[in-house]
């Protein structure tokens, strides 16, 4: 078994608000591992839908660097807005 820590919110909260919690995976156990935008109440978040074998579905603000290094590094971070529709990167 190869476990790595992912960074995700907790999944029994329903708000913006929802607390980071650092979680250990299985990575054998990981079926899909896809890039998306997570809104918060202030920010929108460059983050991912971890998918396991149970079905469970997790929103990950953070990613191990060997999977980051294989998905792409430019979809980690926070997205910064300007109220503009352009947007910045941190």
């Not at 918060?40 to 953070?62: E, H």
């Not at 109220?83 to 910045?88: A, H, V």
Request: hydrophobic share 35%; aromatic share 10%; no cysteine.
């Amino acid at each position: 078994m190869k476990f790595q820590k992912f960074t995700v919110f907790n999944p029994k909260a329903t708000t913006h608000d929802a607390e980071e919690i650092e979680v250990l995976f299985n990575l054998a156990h990981i079926v899909s591992i896809k890039p998306i935008r997570i809104s918060r109440a202030d920010r929108l978040i460059n983050g991912f839908w971890i998918r396991t074998t149970n079905g469970k579905k997790y929103r990950a603000s953070r990613i191990p660097d060997e999977l980051l290094s294989v998905i792409g590094e430019e979809y980690q971070g926070t997205v910064l807005s300007d109220g503009g529709d352009d947007l910045s990167y941190q």
